[in-house]
């Protein structure tokens, strides 16, 4: 919520620019972990690229790549683990896949039937057309439709965090209190459906690019969301958001101390308008660092309205009569 939390409450650890985590690897070891975000990022890109025809249709593809995106993120947690605080335990872990096949199914229905397709249909009844966008170079579309959901979602995540009946919405993904792979799909379902929201079905890319882009910001935000211990160098982290960065978005500091880095995947967008921060959170989570339950964060944005009806009916419930 909105309130900061109490000054007993614990004080993250903020490291500074050179982010000295995993010093004990030794120096070639932790250059080859920093650069598993890029690499993978690459994998993914060379993937889409080159698929053939068939596996671009196929319509499993975007869902196996993901998971996979995912199950590997989640395997460096265990080999490479950034804080042991953050370690997945089988609640955490269950909640994630949870959260990771209600985004695949209910949420990815919504954002189609409510987003996807209309917006579809005004493109046709308007005569948008725009077939120039696929004579563009594969990579140039990818990071074009990586850009337009970036944008979007860079919007909504900071309104969220100013409008406070939106960040009611966005609160539940605050109130996690471990970092881990598939903590990125964690939230309210209101939340989870507002931030899939795009303009990218208004487009004609090539479909290959589409899947690019969003694997790519599956691997980007993974990883920014990961207990894993790779701090990727300056030609990745100018650009795509990492774990120092979003860590400190979820700082348990201060509800104030949230408003920065807003960037899912695209942190340069903060380092345009201005709400880059540097640093580093080791401790994350809202209000005293209350870890709520799938029910509590599925309620939690009707939690104020329900507490108003329960208040008004116990002032208008008649007094109890005295024996
Ligand atoms: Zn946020
Ligand atoms: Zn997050």
């Given amino acids: 919520m909105d309130q900061p939390p109490a000054s007993s409450a614990p004080q993250p650890a903020i490291a500074g620019d050179d982010g000295a985590v995993g010093q ?13 975000p890029p690499a993978t990022l690459a994998a993914v890109v060379l993937f889409w690229g080159l698929a053939p025809e068939a596996v671009v249709e196929y319509p499993w593809t ?8 995912m ?3 989640q395997g460096l947690e265990g080999v490479f683990e950034r804080h042991e605080g953050w370690r997945l335990n089988r609640r955490e872990f269950a909640t994630d896949v949870f959260y990771v096949v209600l985004s695949y199914t209910a949420i990815a229905w919504l954002t189609s039937t409510l987003a996807d397709k209309p917006l579809v249909s005004i493109k046709e009844s308007l005569g948008i057309a725009t077939p120039w966008l ?42 996690i209190t471990q970092l881990n792979a598939l903590k990125g799909a964690t939230g309210n379902p209101i939340e989870l459906f507002l931030i899939s929201l795009s303009v990218v079905a208004l487009f004609d890319f ?23 211990r790779s701090d990727p160098p300056r030609f990745y982290s100018f650009f795509f958001t990492t774990i120092r960065h979003h860590s400190l978005h979820h700082t348990a500091l201060s509800y104030e101390d949230t408003r920065c880095n807003y960037g899912n995947s695209l942190i340069v967008i903060d380092r345009v308008f201005g709400t880059y921060r540097e640093g580093e959170s080791s ?13 509590e964060q599925f309620m939690f944005p009707f939690q104020p309205l329900i507490d108003g009806i329960k208040a008004g009916r116990g ?7 005295s024996p």
């Fill in 24 to 36: 004990d690897l030794g120096g070639i070891k932790i250059t080859l972990v920093n650069l598993i």
């Fill in 62 to 69: 975007l869902v196996f790549v993901g998971v996979a995106i």
């Fill in 71 to 73: 199950a590997w993120i």
């Fill in 134 to 175: 696929k004579q563009l170079p594969f990579l140039v579309q990818a990071a074009l439709v990586l850009f337009l959901i970036e944008f979007g979602q860079y919007w909504m995540h900071r309104w969220m965090h100013n409008w406070h009946p939106l960040w009611l919405t966005h609160a539940p993904h605050h109130h």
């Fill in 206 to 228: 090539d479909p290959a690019a589409v899947f690019c882009g969003l694997s790519m910001g599956g691997v980007i935000s993974g990883f920014a969301h990961a207990n894993v």
């Fill in 283 to 295: 401790i994350v989570g809202q209000d005293e660092r209350k870890r709520l339950s799938i029910y």
């Fill in 315 to 321: 002032k208008s419930a008649p007094a109890p009569r």
